[in-house]
């Protein structure tokens, strides 16, 4: 387990003396959500009704802009393959990658989403319910894409077919965390969308740890 | 490999010995004109009970006929996204190459199906939904399965060295196994436009026999006709792949 701490601590480090690389991906998030008002128009009603699409759209596509170097830099200087012939189990390794980029990318992204929120003019329980939504459902994010990100790493076109690949396994996370929002802002129970966020979430640790591990090997073959 | 020689030298038949690109070549090659000949005798019964021998329905009138081809194209990408999913894990487990030609041959058909089943799905809803597309639940995960199968076929498709491609598609491929089971409950899950389902194996289907005769009979039509389709398919990457081996430069179809 110190091993997990230890790459999750390595993985911050080296963002926090490179920030821009994840001050980017959070720029984006804040960009694209802001187009939105811009392009429709500032009816607000029409925007509270589309904030907590926009908002998880926004999400998705920037946690895919910050899987790109996830494993790439890794890959290329050899550290990959260093840590796949450690003792240390590797899943448990490719796990503490996963989370430190949850921690960097996604973490970030809660935290921002009720400064969007406002500007879409959501009320309190909703912003409340969109956190709550974001936490369950950004480490998914991360777990699903880490493995669209081992099985392009290195390939040709690897970025635009990251999203091919990932973005329809996103669709389920969309789809309840969304709905989990827009439930709150018509005054309906949330707990249903919560519950099937949360079995996802525990499917994808359950599984997308090994699957991601079992790519890289591919990769570094 | 020890289970293979014990089980060639008894008196069974070796399914094991199938799996050399070698050996399923010629048996393909064999199988190929039955699958095709099945294929086109369920399509005729087939069309002509959709056609001439089901009855008009009482609230869609002749316009649900096109239900013949939409529902068996449906099961049929699922069928096949499933039977993708199998061979890529046997490909996985065994380490077989012929396994992972099998997933590669199957998902162009596949992607086929799923498309031909939003396109007659389209065309079914327009007269009787007065809409083109609904973002009903159904639909939308027959486009996710379309999608899934364009992306196993594009990761296939920009990885150069065939085993790693073989390998990392098939790992796509069981992460997405997971969203089939999902189209098929999202009948019960998400409560919408679209019908229930009205074909199940609890209770009596809601359909009169002949229009479930058709449907079953055309199912056959589409499941012959992937069959015979992949065979043809897994031939071509077979000779593709194994062009520098000596059986396939020996081939009598070749040197002519």
């Given at each position: 387990m110190n091993a997990f701490f230890a790459i999750i601590h390595?993985?911050?480090?080296?963002?926090?003396?490179?920030?821009?690389?994840?001050?980017?991906?959070?720029?984006?998030?804040?960009?694209?959500?802001?187009?939105?008002?811009?392009?429709?128009?500032?009816?607000?009603?029409?925007?509270?009704?589309?904030?907590?699409?926009?908002?998880?759209?926004?999400?998705?596509?920037?946690?895919?802009?910050?899987?790109?170097?996830?494993?790439?830099?890794?890959?290329?200087?050899?550290?990959?393959?260093?840590?796949?012939?450690?003792?240390?189990?590797?899943?448990?390794?490719?796990?503490?990658?996963?989370?430190?980029?949850?921690?960097?990318?996604?973490?970030?992204?809660?935290?921002?989403?009720?400064?969007?929120?406002i500007q879409f003019d959501l009320d309190l329980e909703t912003l409340r319910t969109l956190i709550l939504a974001l936490l369950l459902g950004t480490p998914i994010l991360s777990l699903i894409g880490a493995i669209g990100a081992a099985l392009t790493l290195g390939v040709r076109g690897g970025g635009v077919l990251l999203s091919l690949l990932v973005l329809p396994l996103y669709i389920p996370v969309l789809i309840f965390g969304a709905g989990a929002v827009f439930a709150t802002s018509a005054g309906l129970d949330v707990g249903g969308h919560f519950s099937l966020l949360a079995a996802l979430l525990v499917l994808a640790i359950a599984f997308a740890p090994w699957a991601t591990t079992a790519a890289l090997r591919i990769a570094i073959e | 490999?020890?289970?293979?020689?014990?089980?060639?030298?008894?008196?069974?038949?070796?399914?094991?010995?199938?799996?050399?690109?070698?050996?399923?070549?010629?048996?393909?090659?064999?199988?190929?004109?039955?699958?095709?000949?099945?294929?086109?005798?369920?399509?005729?019964?087939?069309?002509?009970?959709?056609?001439?021998?089901?009855?008009?329905?009482?609230?869609?009138?002749?316009?649900?006929?096109?239900?013949?081809?939409?529902?068996?194209?449906?099961?049929?990408?699922?069928?096949?996204?499933?039977?993708?999913?199998?061979?890529?894990?046997?490909?996985?487990?065994?380490?077989?190459?012929?396994?992972?030609?099998?997933?590669?041959?199957?998902?162009?058909?596949?992607?086929?199906?799923?498309?031909?089943?939003?396109?007659?799905?389209?065309?079914?809803?327009?007269?009787?939904?007065?809409?083109?597309?609904?973002?009903?639940?159904?639909?939308?995960?027959?486009?996710?399965?379309?999608?899934l199968f364009l992306g196993f076929m594009a990761l296939q498709a920009s990885i150069d060295d065939p085993r790693r491609a073989d390998k990392a598609g098939a790992i796509l491929a069981l992460v997405g196994v997971v969203n089939v089971p999902i189209i098929y409950f999202s009948v019960t899950w998400w409560n919408t436009l679209h019908q229930g389902a009205s074909v199940s194996m609890s209770k009596a289907p809601a359909m009169a026999h002949t229009m479930l005769w058709g449907m079953l009979l055309m199912t056959m039509c589409f499941w012959m006709y992937t069959i015979a389709l992949a065979l043809m398919r897994v031939r071509a990457i077979i000779l593709e792949r194994e062009s520098h081996s000596d059986w396939v430069k020996t081939l009598k179809e070749l040197r002519a």
């Open positions: 390595r993985e911050v480090l080296l963002v926090l003396r490179r920030k821009s690389e994840a001050l980017t991906v959070l720029f984006f998030f804040l960009i694209v959500t802001s187009l939105f008002p811009l392009g429709i128009g500032a009816d607000v009603a029409l925007l509270r009704k589309i904030a907590p699409g926009v908002i998880w759209v926004a999400a998705l596509l920037s946690t895919i802009l910050g899987l790109q170097r996830l494993f790439a830099s890794d890959y290329a200087d050899g550290t990959l393959e260093q840590m796949a012939l450690s003792p240390t189990p590797f899943v448990l390794l490719v796990g503490g990658k996963i989370t430190a980029h949850w921690l960097l990318c996604g973490l970030p992204l809660v935290f921002l989403a009720p400064f969007i929120g | 490999m020890n289970i293979m020689h014990s089980s060639s030298s008894g008196r069974y038949l070796n399914w094991f010995s199938f799996s050399s690109p070698a050996t399923f070549y010629p048996l393909a090659a064999r199988l190929t004109p039955f699958f095709w000949g099945l294929s086109i005798l369920f399509g005729i019964v087939g069309l002509w009970i959709s056609f001439f021998v089901a009855p008009a329905d009482a609230v869609q009138g002749d316009g649900y006929r096109i239900i013949f081809i939409h529902v068996p194209a449906s099961w049929m990408s699922m069928v096949i996204y499933m039977a993708m999913a199998m061979w890529a894990a046997l490909g996985l487990i065994f380490n077989t190459r012929l396994s992972a030609m099998m997933a590669q041959a199957l998902a162009p058909t596949g992607a086929l199906m799923a498309f031909l089943s939003l396109w007659t799905g389209a065309f079914w809803g327009k007269p009787m939904w007065g809409a083109w597309w609904v973002w009903d639940a159904r639909l939308t995960s027959e486009l996710i399965l379309l999608f």
